[in-house]
């Protein structure tokens, strides 16, 4: 899942707040906490910050003056482990003041079926 979520999320400040990396940004907002809340409750990882990047790397949005910068769009998943990289992407031209996320996943096609039907039949 990936989205325009308009929340910042900030850093971890909790070793036990398990749906983010120690890598966000520093602030936070309500839609920050609603996020980071829900997450959890649906497996949920923020990849955004699982990663290692540098602030001018993760900031998705500017303001119209360029005075402000925040990171406020974000990849979740409940498969962390098939998630190697999230970027912001500057050179693509939206015609907004948001840059895009781009996130690279490995997927191993058999392995995945394989699950996926064992699955299944097990609910059936």
Not at 7 to 29: C, D, F, S, W
Not at 51 to 75: F, M, Q
């Amino acid at each position: 899942m990936a989205g325009d979520f308009n929340a910042q999320i900030g850093k971890r400040t909790h070793p036990m707040v398990t749906a983010k990396g120690k890598y966000g940004l520093e602030l936070r907002n309500e839609r920050g906490d609603a996020l980071v809340g829900w997450a959890p409750s649906r497996k949920y990882k923020i990849m955004n910050t699982m990663l290692l990047k540098r602030a001018g790397s993760r900031r998705t949005w500017k303001s119209p003056n360029s005075t402000t910068k925040a990171e406020i769009d974000y990849v979740l998943t409940n498969r962390p482990d098939i998630v190697t990289d999230v970027t912001v992407i500057n050179q693509v031209s939206s015609g907004s003041e948001d840059r895009m996320v781009m996130s690279n996943i490995k997927l191993n096609v058999e392995v995945d079926r394989k699950n996926y039907l064992m699955t299944r039949s097990q609910q059936e």
